[in-house]
Nanobody
Framework: QVQLVESGGGLVRPGGSLSLSCAAS????????VGWYRQAPGKQRELVAT????????????DYADSAKGRFTISRQNTKNTMYLQMNSLEPEDRAVYYC??????????WGEGTQDTVSS
């Protein structure tokens, strides 16, 4: 199994920045993709960004939702088993609970419990 713990959520004003972290433990070796998702009130959970293991680079291949491109940056530090999401130029529409997700070979998918981000003036 894989355990995921998010941290870093909070309240920020429009135009501000937040940095989220997701620490993974357990069967780390089985993870081939990690990502951030979010769920706003009354809406379905949606993809924000992912990093997929790549044979061509240690940093992996990143992918972003259109709403995140140019404002958010996903990264990971393998030595700490930690993934990050740097969010800049935040807008009220970015208010959501942010979840990290790990996809594994053979063991299935795992989710963290989420961290609340609020963007409000």
């Amino acid at each position: 199994q894989v355990q995921l713990v998010e941290s870093g959520g909070g309240l920020v004003r429009p135009g501000g920045s937040l940095s989220l972290s997701c620490a993974a433990s357990g069967s780390i070796y089985a993870i081939y993709q990690v990502g951030w998702y979010r769920q706003a009130p009354g809406k379905q959970r949606e993809l924000v960004a992912t990093i997929t293991n790549s044979g061509t680079t240690n940093s992996g291949t990143t992918d972003y939702a259109d709403s995140a491109k140019g404002r958010f940056t996903i990264s990971r530090q393998n030595t700490k088993n930690t993934m990050y999401l740097q969010m800049n130029s935040l807008e009220p529409e970015d208010r959501a609970v942010y979840y990290c997700k790990a996809r594994t070979t053979l063991l299935g998918d795992y989710w963290g419990e989420g961290t609340q981000d609020t963007v409000s003036s």
